[in-house]
């Protein structure tokens, strides 16, 4: 059964520290990507990545961190230097960059 | 500067009715777009999409529109369900790093 996963769905966190969120995929997609949600705003590239151990910064990249070190997995790493890091996180992922964006479940972080 | 502009952010259409959703975006280089539908606390969900090439596409109860020389895209859903009550995000897409670009979202709700 194929998909993207992300884990945990909530996450608190208190301000100053840092906290890493889970992106799993196992449709061997080539390509993943990080969005960021707020309320009345459409998503917000942060990051991407169209092959392992390389990836791009997005639009808002800054206070975020990533890795890719498996075709499977894209984790997201929001630092303490994000200024407003309460949001909801969305991982996605596509064939090869040029097709159709496929999203997990998603990630509420509140930091406290 | 957004790029990608959904002027609704809400629309209430009767069921059975047909319910148009529009997107405007600025730049004439993107050639691939998209509409996902979103619930709350979900990740969005893949609908419908259109490439430059064609000026209509449709499946099932959803149609996509594209107006190129307007830089104008619309979704329309005929019959419209209650199942349909969500957020709906246009994206757009450009080259072959398959970046999208969100609008901020129109919420829909279908009465019944």
């Known amino acids: 059964d194929g998909g993207i996963t992300q884990s945990p769905k909530y996450l608190f966190r208190k301000e100053g520290q840092n906290v890493t969120l889970s992106c799993e995929q196992n449709l061997n997609h080539d390509a993943m990507y990080w969005y960021r949600q707020d309320p009345g705003q459409g998503l917000r590239l942060i990051y991407y990545s169209q092959i392992v151990n390389d990836f791009q910064k997005g639009d808002i990249a800054e206070g975020y961190s990533v890795s890719r070190e498996k075709k499977e997995s894209f984790p997201l790493t929001v630092t303490s230097a994000q200024k407003n890091p309460t949001a909801f996180y969305l991982c996605a992922c596509t064939r090869d960059g040029t097709d159709t964006q496929y999203f997990g479940p998603g990630t509420r972080l509140t930091v406290l | 500067d957004q790029q990608v502009k959904q002027n609704s952010p809400s629309l209430s259409v009767q069921e059975g009715r047909i319910s148009i959703l529009n997107c405007d975006y600025t730049n004439s280089m993107f050639d691939y777009f998209l509409w996902y539908k979103k619930y709350p606390a979900e990740g969005p969900t893949f609908l419908i999409s259109?490439?430059?090439?064609?000026d209509k596409n449709e499946d099932g109860r959803f149609t996509v529109f594209l107006n190129k020389s307007a830089k104008h895209l619309s979704l329309h859903i005929v019959p419209s369900q209650p199942g349909d009550s969500a957020v709906y995000f246009c994206?757009?897409?450009?080259?072959?790093?398959?970046?999208?670009?969100f609008g901020q979202g129109t919420t829909l709700q279908v009465k019944p």
């Open positions: 259109i490439s430059s090439i064609k």
């Open positions: 994206a757009v897409s450009s080259g072959n790093t398959g970046k999208l670009i």
